[in-house]
C-alpha cells in the first residue's frame, strides 16, 4: 500500500474543516478574554502564598473575588451558545443577531430550569423572593446542550429561509425590522418545540445529554490516558501541517468544568495544592506544549545553539523568540515538522513525555493544580507559575520539561543536522564545479 | 499592494505579515499586510479594500470558505504552500504573490 500523504492531510482537514467544529471553536473562542481577566481575581485571591502577610486582610474576601468567574466560566454556556450561533449563521450568511437571540433562548428553555422563591423562603435563605434560575447548567456543564441548540437553532432557521418559510414584509421595512420578522416563524417553531420537550414532556435535555456523552468523559478525566490521547491526536494533525487544538474541541468542556471547579473551590477557602482537577487546557498549554504544540521550544533551543549546519542555524535564530511565546508556525512550515521523517517521533514522543512528567509530579503532590487562566502566549514558566496559583516548583517542572525533551529530539535533531552539512557541502561542490566550468 | 493575510487565529501570521513587508521595502515595493483570524476574513474585507487574501496552510480546513469570501470580494486568493509559511520564505511567497496577481 503506498503512503499518500496529501490524500490524509486532505481528509484530516476536511475533518477539522467541519462547519459545526469551526463554528464550535470560534464561537467558544469569545470566553478566553473574559476568563482570562476574570481569572486574574483568583490570583489575587492566591496572593498570600506567595506573600502570607496578606492572609488576615484578603480571607474576608475570597468569595467576592471569585464573582466575576462566576459571570465569565460560570456563564460559558450562555456566551458560547450566542457566538456559536453567531458563527453558523455567519456561515450562512443568516442574521447574525436574530438567529443568536432565538438559540439563546432554546438553551435556556432546555438547560435551565427557573425556581421560585416564596416569601416564607425568602425568611430563611435571604434571597428575595420570585424567579431564581440555578446557575449550574449556564457554566461547562450545560456546554453540550448550549453546542448542540446553537447548531440545531441555525439549520431550522435556515430550512425556513430556504424553503422560504418566512413571512413576507415589503421591501421599505428597515432590514433590522424585516430581519426580526423573518425570523418569527423558524423561532416560534424552535421554542414552541423546546418548551414542549422541557414542560410538556419533563424531558431534561441537558442531563440525557451528559449521559449520552458520559464516553467522551473519560477522556475529560483526571486520568493519564486523558492526558496522553489529546496530546497525541493535537501532534499527529500538525503533523499533516493542520492546527491541531481543533482535535480537543469534544473534551474541552470538561476541562473548563474542571478549571471552573478549582476556581470555585479557592473561593471556599481551598489553595491550589488542594483543588479538586489537574486537567485542564492551562495543564497542557503551559507544561506540556511549551513553546507550542509538540513541546518544541527544546528543538527551538537545540536548533539555535547546536546547529552545525547553516539552515540549523539560520532557522534556529528565526524560530526561538516566537517559540518562547508559544507561537509554533515557523519552524512547523519552516524547518519543515511537516511531513518530516527525522522528526515525526520526537514531535510525538516529547510533548507525550511532558504529559507523564507532569502528571505523575501532580499525583504525587510534587506540583499545584492549576487554578487560574492566563493568556497562552506567555513563555511557559512563568504561565505555569501564574496558573499554578504562584507555585515556584511548576517553573522547575517545566525546566525539567524542555530538558527531557531537548533530550529526546536531541537523536534526531543530530541526525538531520548532519544531513543538512552534507546537502550544503555537496551543494557548495556543485558551485565550485559550476564556476570553474 | 495590500494583503490580507489570514491563519487560525491571527497570531503567526502577523509574524509572516512582517517578513513580507519587509522583503517589499527590500524591493522598493509598496506592501501593507494585515495579519487576521479566518473568523474575520470576511468582515475585514468588508471594511476595507484589498488586493489579495493569503492562507496559511495550518487553516487549509478553511480553504473553500476564504476563497467564497474572496470571490465575493472581487480579489483574488492565494492558498500559501507549506513551504512558504515561514519568516525566511518571505521572498519567495512575495514571488508568488506577484505572478498570482499578474495572472
Known sequence: MKFNSEKIANGMASLAGNRYFTAIRDGMSVIIPVSIVSSFFTLVAQLPTLIPALKPALTPYLADLTIPVTFSIGLMALFSCYAIAASLAKTYKLDRNSTSTIATMVFLLLAIKPGTITPQMAKTTGIAAGTVFPAQNFGAYGLFTAMVVAILSVEVIRFFKKHNLVIKMPDVIPPAVLNAFTSLIPAAVLIIVAWFIRVGLNFDFNAFLMQLLSPLAYFGKDNLISVLVPIFFNSLFWMFGIHGAITSTPVVPYWYAHLNANMAAIAHGATAATVPHFMTEQFLQFFVYIGGSGSILALCILLAFMSKSKTGKAMGAVVLVPSIFNINEPIIFGLPIVLNPYFAVPFILAPMADGIITWAATVMGLLNKTTSMVPWPLPAPIGAFLATGYDWRAIIVTLINIAVSALIYFPFFKMWDKHQVKIEAETAAEEAQAAKA | ?103
Do not use: W
Open chain 2, 1 to 103: 499592494m495590500k494583503i490580507l493575510l489570514s491563519c487560525s487565529g491571527g497570531m503567526s501570521s502577523s509574524l509572516i505579515a512582517t517578513g513580507l513587508e519587509k522583503e517589499g521595502k527590500k524591493r522598493g515595493q509598496d506592501v501593507i499586510v494585515k495579519a487576521t483570524g479566518t473568523e474575520n476574513v470576511a468582515d475585514d474585507l468588508s471594511a476595507d479594500q484589498y488586493d489579495v487574501v493569503l492562507l496559511a496552510p495550518q487553516a487549509v480546513y478553511r480553504k473553500q470558505a476564504v476563497a467564497d469570501e474572496a470571490k465575493d470580494h472581487n480579489i483574488k486568493f492565494v492558498m500559501i504552500p507549506r513551504t512558504m509559511y515561514n519568516p525566511l520564505a518571505a521572498g519567495k511567497l512575495l514571488d508568488l504573490v506577484n505572478e498570482e496577481l499578474k495572472k
